[in-house]
């Protein structure tokens, strides 16, 4: 993921001259795209690099002031109520990919640009924007995704899948309860997706058939374990080596 610290708060010290009809202008434009978004249904919007350019510039000139705001986070909770992220991955897109592709950026959508920003802010002068942007047009989501995690980390990333249900309201809870309290138990940097395998795989590893272990939970053990960093392996292993 982008990291936003960096992002916010910067070009915020200091009050520059406020420009009146630029701010209106900028302002303006921001509104226009913000409404055409929300009345065009297409998951690739094509206005999202002119998006992020005009946000950079509000938060940089201080154009927020026009309206009373004191910041440009109160800025964005005004104009991205619970959606604040994507605006700053805008902004991020626009600052860093070279200026060069932003016209080709349309043809390969915001998402895969948000993958394009973090390979141009890990390789900085060495970014290779052709070979990049080639790739971005040419791969599916998931495989370029993949692409660039490996980019990144030097290690190839499992393939995903989304699973879709429903719940009542106070499943809901329950639900976050737990996942919360798995998050604590599991360390804050571990994802949803690997505290609700755990759960799930305590649930299952506690299961039996017949007295004995099935074989979904032993394959849930092995998968808990799997899962554990390697001091926790150690201590597994020395509880299970234990005799009583």
């Not at 060069?100 to 950026?105: A, C, E, F, G, R």
């Not at 915001?110 to 390789?123: H, N």
């Not at 092995?222 to 899962?227: D, I, P, Q, R």
Request: overall charge positive; hydrophobic content about 35%.
């Amino acid at each position: 993921m982008i990291g936003f610290t960096g992002l916010r708060g910067r070009g915020e010290v200091g009050e520059p001259k406020l420009n009146r009809s630029r701010a209106l202008l900028v302002l303006g434009k921001i509104d226009e795209i913000l409404e055409w978004e929300r009345t065009t249904n297409q998951e690739r919007d094509s206005r999202f690099v002119e998006l992020g350019r005009y946000l950079c510039e509000v938060r940089a000139k201080q154009h927020y002031r026009i309206d009373n705001m004191r910041s440009f986070d109160e800025f964005l909770e005004k104009r991205f109520p619970g959606s604040r992220r994507k605006a700053y991955y805008m902004m991020a897109i626009h600052e860093g990919i070279p200026r060069q592709i932003h016209k080709s950026l349309n043809e390969v959508g915001w998402s895969k640009s948000i993958d394009l920003a973090k390979v141009a802010r890990k390789d900085g002068k060495d970014f290779d924007s052709a070979t990049w942007l080639h790739n971005a047009k040419q791969l599916p989501k998931e495989e370029f995704s993949r692409e660039v995690e490996r980019h990144l980390t030097g290690k190839h990333r499992e393939p995903r899948d989304i699973l879709y249900f429903t719940m009542r309201k106070n499943q809901r809870k329950v639900v976050e309860q737990a996942l919360e309290l798995a998050g604590r138990m599991l360390g804050p940097n571990r994802s949803r997706s690997y505290c609700l395998e755990m759960l799930c795989a305590d649930f299952v590893a506690g299961a039996r058939t017949e007295g004995e272990p099935s074989e979904v939970a032993v394959e849930a053990l092995a998968s808990m374990y799997s899962l554990l960093p390697e001091p926790q392996r150690v201590r597994f292993d020395e509880l299970v080596g234990r005799t009583p």
